[in-house]
């Protein structure tokens, strides 16, 4: 038995003398549905613990809330709804669903957590590029990173990695955001280098990997000093890729890997990662081989003269509390110099939304779900709502939308590079009149317009 005097079992007094609180406070926000027990689990809200009042039949009484969606998706079964929980319909729908199948999270219902309310502050995130690094004149970026032979993108996030700009916990929590800094493979704190080289798992990753040196990776204290000579690894014939093109893969595919596991709860394995990583060079080799014309060489000189061309998406949502219906609207608009030219518009309904806050996140997610596999790579989404962009940007958790947050998250790493930033409503005026407009349609139907405008 512990001894009763020392500071851990003071701790632990105080966590059993809140454990009570604790489990009355405690909800489910619904993810896949899979851990949540229909009739046990506390799932119907997120403001106060509130389960079905029973009693289920025999046959509903082991149901999970995975059940009450339809299959492979992350749709609600209305059917299913209505058989089991009918009166509880209109609750259950209001429900916004993850449509990356986060998992099942357990939350603090006591408090909306991060709630942001100040409404002038001027939000631009994206990445703080720091500059003023003293070896940064002696490092060839081109050589080192602009002409390595991989996708622009994974070259983008090699050019992040020494610029020190990859939001791992540390670099958020220097910041001053409130994060957990730590690795969550570990209990590390999570470094650039220790997410890419020094962690169990990363090591497992580079073990793998088919170099014809052995690489002491745990070595490594600082990266620009060391890339070179990581570059210049050979790989083994069999892999299929020349030597220089593997390495970054590598890098990008722990960083996604990572991310999954973060943002989804997905564990993707050490082998797995590997392969990924060797795949995607492949491709990448055998593509630019066959495709001369390939566009990459023009990419790269724009990113080395800092041209990229960003694509603004604004979004913005018009809600009714006595129906609980939405209009969300956005328009696209291309920025060139200081010029923008609107390429599209788009607007859609929405039945069975709770609040303001979530049909904004809503916009966002359609907008930025609607061009995750066309051809743009540098995208700025832009919302007048500060509360969305301050939760986007910290990773907080409100539990409203947390969903949103996390598919909106997921979603914005299939771009080369993705910013969330505020804009004055005034600056929104396009994308607010198409959430009214589509929130006034008459008929009940989803309503999805595309005007193009010609340039
Ligand atoms: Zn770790």
């Known amino acids: 038995m512990a001894g009763t005097s020392s500071s851990i079992s003071h701790g632990w007094r105080s966590i059993l003398a809140g454990r009570e609180l604790l489990m009355k406070n405690l909800g489910w926000i619904v993810g896949d549905g899979q851990c949540i027990n229909v009739w046990d689990d506390p799932w119907l809200s997120l403001s106060k613990q509130e389960r079905p009042m029973g009693p289920p039949t025999e046959a509903s009484a082991t149901l999970s809330v995975s059940d009450l969606l339809l299959p492979g998706t992350s749709e609600w079964d209305v059917e299913s709804i209505r058989l089991v929980l009918p009166e509880y319909e209109t609750k259950i729908r209001s429900i916004t669903l993850s449509i990356t199948r986060t998992p099942d999270k357990l939350v603090w219902l006591g408090t909306k ?27 060839d970026w081109k050589k080192n990173v602009w002409n390595l032979d991989c996708a622009p993108k994974v070259k983008h996030f090699a050019w992040k990695l020494l610029k020190r700009a990859i939001p791992v916990g540390e670099r958020l929590q220097e910041r001053h955001l409130d994060v ?91 082998k797995e990662t590997l392969s990924t990583a060797i795949k995607l060079a492949r491709e990448w080799c055998s593509d630019s081989k066959a495709d001369p014309t390939r566009p990459s060489a023009r990419i790269n000189k724009q990113m080395a003269q800092g041209e990229t061309s960003v694509t603004a998406v604004r979004s913005d949502a018009a809600w ?15 920025e060139s110099g200081h010029e923008y030219k609107k390429r599209a518009e788009y607007k859609k309904r929405a039945e069975f939304i709770p609040s303001p806050l979530v049909a904004e996140g809503l916009a966002m997610r359609e907008a930025i779900q609607s061009y995750r596999r066309s051809d743009l790579q540098d995208i700025r989404l832009e919302s007048d709502s500060a509360q969305l962009i301050q939760c986007v940007n910290s990773r907080t958790v409100v539990t409203e939308f947390h969903n949103i947050v996390s598919d909106i998250l997921a979603f914005a790493s299939d771009f080369r590079s993705v910013s969330f930033l505020w804009i004055p409503r005034e600056k929104n005026m396009a994308a607010d009149s198409l959430a009214k407009m589509a929130l006034n349609a008459l008929d009940n139907v989803l309503v999805v317009d595309a005007i193009n405008v010609p340039n």
């Open 113 to 139: 957590d991060g709630i942001y309310t100040a409404k002038s502050e001027y939000y631009a995130v994206s990445v703080e590029l720091e500059n003023g690094n003293p070896q940064d004149a002696d490092f």
């Open 320 to 334: 009714m509390a006595s129906s609980n219906l939405a209009g969300l609207g956005w328009t696209i608009l291309s």
């Open 180 to 270: 957990d800094p730590k690795c969550k493979r570990c209990e590390h704190n999570e470094s650039i280098l220790h997410l890419l080289f020094h962690c169990q798992y990363a090591q497992e990753v580079w073990q793998l990997a088919p170099f014809t040196t052995e690489m002491e990776y745990r070595g490594i204290i600082d990266l620009m000093s060391s890339w070179p000579s990581i570059c210049a690894q050979k790989c083994l014939p069999p892999s299929g890729v020349t030597s220089g093109a593997l390495f970054p893969w590598i890098l990008w595919s722990i960083w996604k890997s990572r991310n999954r596991f973060v943002f989804e709860g997905v564990f993707i394995s050490p």
